[in-house]
């Protein structure tokens, strides 16, 4: 394959053949996609919408909702995050809505924003646990604490 890019347009050339050809985005850091360019599998994706996504997690719960805007929200673009949040929701049907919930709660304070993420909470059932209390206050002081003045 073989790609002339000008300011304008973006071609793309097999064996000396034009296959495509589209405008160039103006817009900085975004993607521009023709659904018909995209596999079949993932055009099945283009007719989703982030809103779509956010219903499905209410069916769930609150916390389950907060995570999928979550992930939808760390993307440039949030279909880059279509399938993250399909295998999310859809381990609700595997472990049930209710241990889905419980692992978004426990993933939400960790920074966890991936289908990875949630499906070892779920497979440890660390879902299941408690979680601790944060300590309260600073640390007791003791002879291995060297403090701020000892970076000088």
Known sequence: MDIRATEKVVEIFYQRSRWASHRRSQAQGRYSTQSEHMPP???KYSEWSPERFLRWAEEVGPKTTRLIAAALDARHHPRQ?????????GL???????RLEA?????????IRSYKGIRNILENKLDQLELDDPPAGPLPGHANIRGESYYN
């Open 41 to 43: 599998a993932h055009q």
């Open 81 to 89: 995050a279509y399938r993250s949040c399909l295998g999310m929701l």
């Open 92 to 98: 609700g049907k595997r472990y049930s809505n209710a």
């Open 103 to 111: 692992a978004c709660g426990r993933a939400l304070p960790a920074g």
